[in-house]
Every structure is written in structure tokens, then in C-alpha cells.
């Protein structure tokens, strides 16, 4: 089910060009701060988001840093005695960051689309004027990449959804959706990690465990990876 | 007959240190001596009592109130510290004058550095009167409270 | 072991909390007043970080299977001991079949029930403590019920005087590093967070007025009732890392902080972040109590983090010492 390459996270793949324009860096509390890239969204920022964050949490006085979607969380262990030094370590950090690929392994998640647990289906067609099959075929044969963990224990933010599919969250969550759903929220899609409140629509559901507490790393997804969504069935 | 002698350090922890304890104590069954006076460097004054334990300042101050008493019972500080008749987390007594109070109740404390120790009562009776200030340095065995027995 | 007789829902095994793990969307969890938890366990001369018990919800009973060192801190719970009251912020050796009672507390939200050795729970990714939502750690992931029996690890030799003994509360013993108002309002001090500036005249608005905080709160998150405060002009911003303290501006313009539970990922706009060092005080804040944000700095932080060091070290140094210093009392 998943094939796994031996090369854990970092291996600079290829050199990308530094984007023009500065990082924003801002502070939560005493002891997080908060680098921003600058620019829309795109894998590249997010290649060398994952490179500083590779540097950085080798730092001896960072306590673990926190991936988002073109942006890393840097957590300290002690309140810093020079703030602005340790700022401007970051920048300097940053700007001298190369993007890099992420080698991780290639996850496969069997999928049954349609059925009991896709009660947003029917949303997403009107929505994207599609018809359910077209919306699964999009879904399915979509090549995405977890761009970042986050949200509940293990729940991936995965890029590579086809744009004729992107769908605004619902305005009203549903209420209890199932652990295992698959979901579209505005450009992403991902699997739900547990069960209640949730925004994101739902078109499927899959069985694989995202997350065993007992399990080294406790997480199927890390960040870098790829993940290909296997229709096993198809109920419509 | 009194020796005095200066020391530096924290007072807490030079009065607690029972090494230091002992080693005054006995120099002082030794030497005859019933107390030594020490001048710590804030200008604080230990006093340590053969057969007894240590006080800090306010020497002369703490009158022991169980003279005269013939019946009443003693509850003596347990250590050198800080009297507080009301827990610094609270805004009331733990007993009142005139209360009964039980064996084992605890009706006051002993502050000591960063640390409470508890002025308990050995026999149940009434609470008849307590004779230290409240802030005030008592030493050890020094009585706080007296405890007027059950019939 | 230990037994619990009876108990309200939501009170957990918790310690320091869980860290290495948010990159991957796992709260830290731990206690809510990290230092209750610091304090009880020194107490019993345990290590400062011991998996203990957090009592939220009252009246909590527990009985004891065996003799042990118990300590209560935080919340004033008019702790009884087979019915017979003790003071707050205390520890004291209990023999088996005891029962130890915690109230509805007047003022604060939490108390801490530590054991000498600490409680005994399988570490789940590096920590003791309870994630009710993801359902791990602690025991078996959920809050503690009825009948439940939980082990105490072996500890070491813990000499408590008769009667026991307590710690100096630290809103006493620091009291002028946790500065309190008149009004009884609770002071918690912060720093201006990412999107502070686009708050524009209203942030002035975010320190100056007194925030309640509403009954949806719980060890996740306080949302804070208050005058609504509003971005200049709408802003999208994308998912990010948080952490517990931090201070967001929903649309609905009402405050909620983040705490102990806090989820490892957000969007909405920062205004603001608690410093570390305030967030016990916070952790004891109760529902439909007032609090106003004080504007800080990292080198007032800084200072009052030192201060909370002194205090814990004091207390670490001074245990052993008043053991010892008992002893020989009492052999002469």
C-alpha cells in the first residue's frame, strides 16, 4: 500500500532561483516566531519553506518548528535574551535558503467515492457544474503532495487538486463527519483524522489509519510526500 | 554567656542546614553556653538555644505566654520562621479565639523560606489565645497558641 | 494505587506537556497551570515535570490503596483528608484506605493532585499527558470516571513532617512579578502578534477594555466576550502553526485564546500572544471572570521568567533541607 523511498526528508533535488521580496517575521508570545514567505502561493515557496525548516530546527535553541503552507512556526525552548538577534538570524537564514524536493515515499489510499459518506457530492457538482463521476475521475487521478501536517493529529494539507474541483468550505459544518472522510476545502484536499465537526465536503471515505499514537513517526503523511488516491469503489 | 560571629548566605538555608545544626548545638552543650547570637550579613540576627532549635530576630520579643497557664496546652512552633496565623492563600483564620479545635487540627503556620510548616494541635479543646504577632519571627519550640484541654 | 470514587467530567492525567510533535498536528496538551504542577510535584520531591492529576470539574474524590505522599496545589478546593480540612498548597503522607475531597473551588479553576513517584501511565510520544482529542495518552486517552484505579510509580524515600507541609502559593511569594489589579480583575500581559498593526485604531481597544470570559471555553481555548474589534480591511490568511497563548481575531470580533489544548494550526488573525510566564494565571481563570491584556515586552518576560525560576528553586532547594533539618531536631 505505501511504497516508501529509503531517503528520509532533505535531499536538495534542483536549485531554484531566490524569489524576490522579504519574508515577514512575527511573534506569538515569548518564545514562537512566525516567518511568512512572501508571494502567492506556489510549491516553490514551499520547497524552501521545508529547507529552512530543515536548517532551522538543528538550531539548539529551537524546540521544534511547525511547517504551514508557505510559512514555518519556530518554537523556542526559553524565551530568547536577544530577540532581535535570533530575528535576524532567521532572515539571514531564509535568504540564504535554497528550495529543495522533499524525497518522501509515495502514499496510496484506496478511496470508496460516492455512498453513505459522501453527503456533499451532490454540493460539488452543482457547485462546480460537473457530474459525480467527472468529479471523482478529477479527484482520483490527481497527483498530490502533503504541503503540510496540521489542524488534528496527522490531517495532511495536500496540494494538486484540479482546479475545476476547487470548492469553497461549507458555510455551515457538518457536524459529526466520520474519522477517514475524504474532503475538499477551497484548493486542498485531504482525509479527515477524527471524527466531528468539519467544513470540508465530503465526497468519499477511505479505511487506512492516518495516525497511530503508538507508531514511530506516529503519522502516515509527513511533508514532501506524495499521495495518489486509489478508487476501490465507486458508488453512485 | 553569648558568642557572636558573623556569616554571609541565605538565613533560610544557613538555619536549615542541619549539618551546621548539629555543629553548633553541640559546640554549644561543649562549652556551657546556653545560646549563640549570629549576625548574618542583611543584619539579621539567628539565635540558636542549646536544647532547643533556632530563632531569628526580635530576640527579647516572644514572651512565653504559658506562664501563669497552668492547664492550658502549649502548640509550639515546629520550626524557626515566620508566624502566619491565616494562609497566605486565604483570607480568614484557620481557627479563631475561642474555637474548638480538634487533635491534629492544624490553626496556624510557620512560614520558613519559600515553605509553610503547620502549627497543629495535640489535644482537642478550645483555642484560648495566641501570643505572637502575625508576621512575627517565632524560633522553634516557641509557643504560638494555647490550647485550653476538653474536659 | 489509587482509586477514584467520584468525579465530574474533563479532570486528566497531565504533565509538562507533549512537544516535538506539532509539525505533525499534535497539541502539546499538559497541565493548564504548569506551575501548580511544578509546585505539587517538588513537594513530594518528585521531578518538576510528574504526571499528575488535574481536577476541573467538582467535587472530585479519591481513595488511597496504599501509603503515599500526596500533594494539592492550585485552586483553593478546601481539601479534606477523611474529613478533616487541609490548606491549600499542601503535601502531607496519607495511609492506605484514606479519602481525599476536593470542592468547588471560590476562586480558581484547577487543582493538582501530584504523588510521590508520580502517576503511572504509559508515555505516548514522549509525554504522560491526557489528548482528549486525539483520543491518546493519559489513561487511554479519556477523562477520569468513576471506579477508575491508577497506578503510582516507586519513589524514593519522602520524609514529610507530621501534619505535613505546604509551599508559599505564588501568587504570594511572587506577587511583585504577577502584579494584581484593584478591581480583581485578572492582569495578562502580551505582545502584539502578525496582524496586530491591521487592526489599525481598534487594537488601542484590545488593552484597554475588560474581556469576559464566556462559558464556551475550556483547556482548548477561551473565547473572550468583549466590544467587538475589527480588521481595517479584510485579510486571507494562510494556515499557519500556533501555539497555546496566542490571541485570535475571528470575524465575529471577539478574542479567543488559545491554551493547553490548543489546536497546532489556525488562520484567523493574530492580534496578539500571551507570554509564556502568564499563561498558569490564565490556566486559572475562571468562566465568567474578567481579565484585562497588559502590553508587554520580552525583557519584562524575561525577568519575571527568572523570578518563577528563583521561586521553583527554592522550593527544589529547601524540601530536602527541612526533611533533614526535622530529623535532627528531633534525634537531639
Known amino acids: 500500500m505505501i ?71 519556530v518554537i523556542l525552548k526559553r524565551t530568547p535574551v536577544e530577540p532581535e538577534q535570533f530575528e535576524a538570524r532567521l532572515r539571514t537564514e531564509w535568504n540564504c535558503s535554497r528550495a529543495i524536493d522533499l524525497v518522501g515515499k509515495t502514499v496510496e489510499i484506496p478511496v470508496t467515492y460516492g455512498g453513505e459518506h459522501a453527503t456533499d457530492l451532490a454540493a460539488v457538482c452543482d457547485y462546480t457544474g460537473l457530474t459525480d463521476r467527472e468529479v471523482v475521475q478529477l479527484h482520483w487521478q ?58 470540508w465536503n465530503s465526497i468519499g471515505f477511505a479505511e487506512l489509519p492516518m495516525f497511530d499514537p503508538m507508531k514511530n513517526p506516529p503519522a502516515l503523511l509527513a511533508p514532501g510526500d506524495k499521495v495518489c488516491f486509489v478508487p476501490e469503489r465507486i458508488e453512485l | ?76 512552633a515546629p520550626i524557626a520562621g515566620h508566624f502566619l496565623p491565616v494562609h497566605p492563600a486565604r483570607d480568614r483564620e484557620e481557627a479563631t479565639v475561642g474555637a474548638a479545635v480538634v487533635a491534629d487540627e492544624i490553626i496556624g503556620f510557620v512560614k520558613i523560606g519559600p ?37 | ?49 510528574e504526571a499528575a492529576l488535574e481536577v476541573q470539574t467538582f467535587p472530585f474524590r479519591l481513595r488511597f490503596d496504599r501509603d503515599t505522599t500526596v500533594a494539592i496545589t ?41 504523588f510521590a513517584g508520580g502517576i503511572e ?10 489528548s482528549l482529542r486525539g483520543g491518546f495518552g493519559g489513561l487511554d486517552g479519556r477523562f477520569l470516571a468513576a471506579n477508575d484505579r491508577l497506578g503510582v510509580r516507586p519513589a524514593g524515600a519522602c520524609v514529610v513532617p507530621p501534619g505535613g507541609f505546604g509551599a508559599m502559593p505564588p501568587e504570594t511569594a511572587l506577587a511583585d512579578h504577577f502584579p494584581a489589579s484593584e478591581d480583581g480583575t485578572l492582569l495578562v500581559r502580551a505582545i502584539p502578534a502578525g496582524e496586530y498593526a491591521l487592526f489599525g485604531g481598534e487594537a488601542e481597544r ?35 502553526g500556533v501555539v497555546p497563548g496566542v490571541v485570535q481575531m475571528p470575524p465575529s470580533g471577539e478574542a479567543i485564546v488559545q491554551m493547553s489544548d490548543a489546536n497546532t494550526a489556525g488562520g484567523y488573525p493574530k492580534i496578539a500572544g500571551v507570554i509564556d510566564i502568564d499563561l498558569w494565571r490564565l490556566g486559572q481563570a475562571r468562566i465568567g471572570s474578567r481579565l484585562r491584556f497588559v502590553r508587554s515586552s520580552v525583557a519584562e518576560a524575561l525577568a519575571v521568567e527568572r523570578a518563577v525560576e528563583t521561586y521553583l528553586g527554592d522550593i527544589r532547594r529547601t524540601v530536602p533541607m527541612l526533611a533533614e533539618a526535622l530529623a535532627a531536631m528531633s534525634r537531639r
Open chain 1, 3 to 73: 511504497s516508501i523511498q529509503n531517503e528520509p526528508l532533505s535531499t536538495p533535488a534542483f536549485i531554484a532561483a531566490v524569489p524576490a521580496g522579504e519574508p515577514k517575521i512575527s511573534v506569538i508570545g515569548t518564545g514562537a516566531y512566525l516567518i511568512e514567505a512572501p508571494g502567492a502561493f506556489d510549491l516553490e515557496a514551499q520547497r524552501r519553506i521545508w529547507a529552512l525548516a530543515h536548517a532551522v530546527e538543528l538550531w539548539p535553541e529551537v524546540r521544534e518548528v511547525v511547517p504551514g503552507v508557505t510559512n514555518l512556526l
Open chain 1, 142 to 199: 490527481g497527483d498530490y503532495t502533503v504541503v503540510a501536517l496540521g489542524s488534528a493529529p496527522g490531517f495532511g494539507y495536500l496540494h494538486g487538486l484540479d482546479p475545476r474541483i476547487h470548492v469553497p468550505r461549507k458555510t455551515v459544518p457538518s457536524l459529526r463527519m466520520l474519522k477517514g472522510t475524504v474532503t475538499i476545502g477551497g484548493m486542498q484536499t485531504g482525509v479527515s483524522v477524527l471524527t466531528g465537526p468539519n467544513g
Open chain 2, 1 to 76: 554567656m553569648k558568642g557572636r560571629k558573623r556569616k554571609g548566605g541565605s538565613i533560610a538555608e544557613q538555619i536549615l542546614d542541619p549539618a551546621i545544626l548539629e555543629k553548633v548545638a553541640l559546640w554549644l552543650d561543649d562549652a556551657g553556653v546556653n545560646s549563640v547570637e549570629i549576625e548574618t550579613e542583611d543584619g539579621r540576627l539567628v539565635r540558636i538555644v542549646a536544647g532547643a532549635g533556632v530563632s531569628t530576630d526580635d530576640v527579647a520579643s516572644n514572651p512565653d505566654i504559658s506562664v501563669a497557664r497552668n492547664r492550658a496546652k502549649p502548640v509550639k
Open chain 2, 115 to 151: 515553605l509553610v510548616m503547620p502549627l497543629r494541635v495535640e489535644e482537642a479543646g478550645r483555642l484560648e489565645g495566641c501570643g505572637i504577632e502575625p508576621g512575627a519571627l517565632v524560633g522553634y519550640g516557641d509557643t504560638v497558641f494555647l490550647i485550653e484541654p476538653a474536659q
Open chain 3, 1 to 49: 494505587m489509587i482509586e477514584v470514587l467520584q468525579t465530574g467530567p474533563l479532570n486528566t492525567v497531565q504533565d509538562l506537556g507533549r512537544f516535538g510533535f506539532r509539525n505533525a498536528g499534535v497539541t502539546s496538551s499538559g497541565a493548564m497551570d504548569r506551575l501548580a504542577l511544578a509546585v505539587g510535584n517538588l513537594l513530594v520531591g518528585n521531578d518538576e515535570g
Open chain 3, 74 to 114: 492550585g485552586a483553593d478546593c478546601d481539601a479534606r483528608l477523611d474529613g478533616r480540612r487541609l490548606p491549600p498548597w499542601w503535601a502531607l503522607a496519607v495511609s492506605a484506605g484514606q479519602v481525599v475531597e476536593l470542592a468547588t473551588p471560590r476562586h480558581s479553576a484547577r487543582a493538582y493532585l501530584s
Open chain 3, 121 to 130: 501511565v504509559e508515555p505516548v510520544m514522549g509525554s504522560r499527558s491526557t
Open chain 3, 206 to 240: 484590545f488593552w484597554s477594555q475588560t474581556w469576559k470570559i464566556s462559558s464556551q471555553s475550556d483547556r482548548t481555548g477561551y473565547r473572550l466576550s468583549g466590544e467587538p474589534i475589527k480588521l481595517v480591511s479584510p485579510v486571507e490568511l494562510r494556515s499557519h
